[in-house]
């Protein structure tokens, strides 16, 4: 594997460049509650590199630095590899958020079918992953799907700001967001803390920025390990397991929805609680609103497209 990480090292600028926009494609889907970096990541033809590279920051990580340098230290875990996309992550992430929540908030159709188009290719890309199907992989499947299924249809709790509570959401969501299917910023949203975390970014609320910060690289190295683990021993099984979660995350990101329950904040605004998708008819004799189903139809053909292009780029090899 250090072989490995070291030969990924040997890239040009331009493929460094390619790495960032994945990057952004990354944190742009993890601004958006229902999407997930980690699928962009897989399709894209990083994900396992990336959980690599995670991996290697651990004590043998102190032990390289103090006894051959910096160097050599940069090379095991992949630095320049890990650089690139989070620059990428971290720019789209703070810029498309405010976009995301502008959109979520007065075009929730548009949005909701483009990523709906998006992740229902993205579907159809781990799963042809799967190199045989039995019984084991058949059950991960419909077990993960189940489990993303009921994740959508759970009540967001009341926002809070408390510290401790962040560095816990925080960790929770980093999981998410590297595990393609499960939505990070949906389970900030369900947490309560997606608009505290949003509004952070927004106002540059530096502590509040950091402990999300802390919180996400303590959840990242842990779980990273797992994954690492399951993906080294268990590949086929966990593959089913990413196409279940997938699947069963297309719940939250229909673009038809019936509010349920709503909340109130502080400042009067109302934001829904609970929701639950219906038709697109239903929608308009609901709400007596437009449903956008042809222009809804076109954006989930660009998603869907757009994950076959990605696709692509991932398939061409970047050492």
């Known amino acids: 594997m250090f072989v490995t990480l070291i030969s990924n090292m040997q890239r040009k600028l331009s493929n460094y460049i390619i790495i960032a926009f994945k990057g952004m494609a990354m944190g742009a889907a993890d601004a958006v509650p229902g999407v997930s970096g980690g699928t962009i990541a897989f399709i894209s033809g990083i994900y396992e590199e990336l959980i690599s590279s995670i991996n290697q920051v651990n004590l043998s990580l102190l032990k390289t630095l103090k006894k051959d340098g910096f160097k050599a ?7 320049n590899f890990l650089l690139a996309l989070i620059i990428g992550i971290f720019i789209s992430f703070v810029s498309f958020m405010r976009l995301a929540k502008y959109l979520i908030e007065h075009h929730p159709i548009h949005i909701w079918a483009f990523f709906f188009g998006l992740v229902l290719a993205s579907i159809i890309y781990v799963a042809k992953q799967i190199k045989y199907w039995n019984s084991v992989s058949i059950i991960a499947l419909a077990i993960a799907a189940f489990i993303a299924y009921y994740i959508t249809t759970l009540p967001s709790l009341a926002n809070n700001d408390n510290s401790i509570f962040l560095f816990i959401a925080a960790a929770l969501a980093i999981c998410a967001m590297i595990l393609p299917g499960i939505s990070g910023a949906f389970i900030l949203v369900l947490l309560g803390a997606y608009k505290t975390l949003s509004q952070a970014f927004h106002d540059f609320n530096i502590k509040n920025i950091l402990i999300f910060i802390v919180g996400a690289v303590v959840g990242l190295l842990s779980f990273s390990k797992l994954l690492k683990w399951l993906f080294t021993n268990y590949k086929n ?9 997938i699947l069963g995350s297309l719940n939250k990101i229909w673009p038809w929805k019936e509010t349920l329950s709503t909340r109130i904040d502080t400042k009067g605004i109302e934001t829904p609680v609970l929701q639950q998708s219906i038709l697109p008819n239903t929608f308009t004799e609901l709400y007596q ?3 956008h189903f042809v222009i809804a139809l076109i954006l989930m053909t660009i998603g869907f497209v757009s994950i076959l292009i990605l696709e692509k780029i ?6």
């Open 73 to 79: 230290a940069w090379l095991q875990v992949n630095g």
């Open 237 to 245: 099984t966990t593959l089913a397991a990413l196409t279940g979660f």
């Open 289 to 291: 609103l437009d449903n």
């Open 314 to 319: 991932g398939s061409k090899t970047t050492e």
